[in-house]
């Protein structure tokens, strides 16, 4: 991640039961799990809620006891801290519910991010363009938010027609994540460049800023 950030080390977990954790049990990125906390003895084990389904029967191995894993939260006190720390499975308990304990960890890395810096991602969105009128959707583009702060954000999407009109147009960033659910943001186009079919906006969010919260949460987790 390219932004710049505050980092910290620190060996206190604290967080509530209920709040799920995204776990990462190997080197390839798309092996992550997210898990609900439901509990932790300080110093001693963390326990997890295993994982339900098809998601149980493709993480078994990779849960056994003994392997280790990568964790990452956000603390819930508007501080907008991330969190990470390597831990180990301990074991795993069947009763009164199948549950993974896992060592608590030495050190906890948290970085806490600056409101203005910009964080290069690559998160697949949708951006709707609304009738000033009407307030109604009348046409969407499928891209990538290519970088984002609490402020803004860059979008690229593949287009060959006329984009020039599109400066100072109201839109609405649309983002799914499995966590914060479907994300809607109000916003307005702010700059439009195009080369060679590929169309590179600069957009600017309004609203009360809840919205922009909820995928700085489902964004900070996934770059972490």
Known sequence: ???QALAK?????EL???????????????DRLKLPLVGYAFGRYIILKYP???RAKDFAEALMP??????????????????????????IIECPEK???IDYPTRINNRQLR???RTQTHLPAIMRFVDPKSGMSVSQANGIIVDISPEGCGFTFKHSGDVTKL??????????SPIEGDIEIPAMVCNVRQTNGKVSIGIKFFGDGKQVERLLVHLFIELL
């Open 115 to 117: 409101r203005h810096q």
């Open 167 to 176: 400066n100072e147009t109201e839109v609405q960033l649309c983002v799914q």
């Open 1 to 3: 991640m390219s932004t």
């Open 9 to 13: 080390k620190t060996n206190i977990f």
């Open 52 to 54: 339900v389904g098809t």
């Open 66 to 91: 003994g392997n280790s894993l990568f964790v990452r939260y956000i603390l819930d006190d508007g501080s907008r801290e991330c969190f990470s720390f390597v831990s180990q499975v301990k074991d």
């Open 99 to 101: 549950c993974i304990i």
């Open 16 to 30: 509530l039961p209920g709040k799920l954790i995204d776990i990462q049990v190997n080197q390839n990125d798309a």
